[in-house]
């Protein structure tokens, strides 16, 4: 079944920031168990943007979310030490959000990673920037997986983001990160796919619109995860819709599920 990363407990959204610096939990758990009731797999946890208080916001975020969180928490940051204060705060095992092969960010977080148990987030992203075709993608999903390998990251705990780029200013942007996506599952069968979807309809009109066919279309390439707001109940239809007409859905339990709560509805 496809799993969502429940984005929203981000400082970088300004009610979460204001939350954070106020330190007023009964705003944060009512976000945490709204996530929870749509359907989130994982809390994404991200305290980065109040520059010199990520460590202290990052640890009270913690320890406010994970009394009440019945799913592991994805913990967001591209500081090792941060990483590693949350890593030892946490009872189920996370999701590290996240490496990529750029060599600053690679030499710092893969000591880090090295023997640990949880799941990784690896941007196809590299010191040459975005990439440029669907061979570049995954040729860059190869080079990670054989670094994460190196420090014990198994293959089935690998989350490949091959990094969604506007169709608005290249007509074949959707059909590259499609092409990238069926590659890497030939090479990787046991590997994730995962990452942000909204960058695909960046400057386009009737946005939703695009994002919802999309993560349809990402599905049937091999994509079975995405960072989300699972409040927003469209995309979580089509979502639970395309699992079921995948046949990643046993006896439709989940569509069903889904429209006797009236999370799905035409």
Request: hydrophobic share 45%; net charge negative; glycine share 8%.
């Amino acid at each position: 079944m496809f799993e969502v990363i429940g984005e929203r407990i981000n400082t970088s959204r300004k009610k979460v920031q204001a939350a954070v610096a106020e330190r007023d939990a009964d705003y944060i758990v009512d976000d945490v168990k709204q996530q929870l009731a749509a359907g989130a797999d994982y809390i994404d946890v991200n305290a980065g943007a109040r520059i010199g208080h990520e460590t202290e916001d990052m640890q009270w975020l913690i320890d406010t979310i994970q009394p009440i969180a019945t799913v592991p928490l994805c913990l967001d940051s591209p500081d090792p030490a941060v990483l590693e204060m949350a890593f030892q705060m946490v009872e189920a095992e996370p999701m590290i959000n996240s490496i990529s092969l750029e060599t600053d960010r690679l030499g710092a977080m893969l000591p880090f990673l090295e023997g640990k148990a949880c799941k990784v987030i690896a941007l196809c992203m590299d010191d040459a920037g975005m990439p440029a075709s669907s061979d570049d993608i995954i040729g860059r999903a190869v080079k990670l997986v054989e670094e994460l390998n190196r420090v014990g990251i198994k293959t089935e705990s690998i989350y490949i983001d091959p990094l969604v780029q506007p169709i608005s200013t290249d007509s074949n942007k959707g059909v590259m990160v499609l092409d990238a996506v069926r590659g890497i599952k030939k090479n990787f069968p046991e590997v994730h796919i995962t990452g942000g979807l909204s960058n695909i309809s960046y400057g386009l009109p009737q946005r939703r619109i695009i994002n919802r066919t999309f993560v349809g279309l990402m599905m049937d390439a091999g994509m079975d995860s995405a960072i989300i707001d699972p409040l927003d109940q469209a995309i979580m239809a089509t979502i639970k819709t395309a699992d079921m007409l995948l046949g990643h859905d046993n006896f439709c339990g989940g569509y069903l599920k889904g429209v006797r709560s009236g999370a799905i509805k035409s």
